[in-house]
């Protein structure tokens, strides 16, 4: 499926994100870094059950990435690995968000849990700016919370977790609310 430029660099976006190690390329290493930066802002124990939780989530994805994103197997995820994997994902469900293939709506719902971070069944403020702290991601939270929280009630529930997270993978409108979820996209 073809991506809109927008849509390309929103993908570019949050690879950038998780790429933490800033070395062009996502590797275990990278999603490993983010558990531990995030158990230390928050101050989980080694066997603390979040740090696990969380480090479950990101074994999921890590395992998704390897085996349906690195097409050359080399162990990394190139940013046109994971551009072709996600515009793959968006040609599987024909571009129509009712129609996502199931493991992408779970995929959709880890992720939401792994933001939750206080495990109160919402994203509040607290914990998308603690995720994004944990990630190296510097910019205006309040900002981007602002427009995320698209009733304005201070929270982020699971049904516009869900909205957000589909506008952001699916979504070629500039104006859908979810392409701030990683911050600002940069201008073409
Ligand atoms: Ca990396
Ligand atoms: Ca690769
Ligand atoms: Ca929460």
Redo the contacts with the bound molecule.
């Keep these: 499926m073809k991506l809109s430029s927008l849509q390309v660099r929103k993908f570019a976006r949050e690879f950038q994100v ?10 275990w ?2 999603l490993a870094r983010g558990v531990e930066n995030l158990a230390r802002l928050s101050g989980w124990a080694e066997d603390a059950p979040e740090r696990e939780a969380f480090l479950g989530r990101r074994r999921e994805l890590w395992r998704l990435l390897t085996s349906a994103a690195d097409r050359n197997h080399d162990g ?1 995820i190139s940013l046109e690995e994971y551009v072709v994997f996600w515009a793959r994902v968006l040609a599987q469900a024909g571009g129509d968000r009712a129609h996502v293939p199931k493991w992408f709506g779970h995929l959709i719902m880890t992720c939401f849990d792994a933001l939750d971070l206080d495990k109160n069944g919402v994203i509040g403020r607290d914990d998308y700016a603690r995720f994004l702290k944990a990630h190296g991601v510097q910019i205006d939270v309040d900002a981007c919370f602002a427009r995320l929280d698209h009733n304005g009630d201070g929270v982020i529930s699971r049904k516009e977790g869900l909205e957000l997270f589909l506008d952001f993978t699916m979504s070629a409108d500039p104006a859908a609310p979810g392409n701030w979820l990683w911050g600002p996209i940069q201008e073409s």
């Design positions: 998780l790429d933490l190690t800033g070395n062009g390329t996502i590797e290493e990278d990394r």
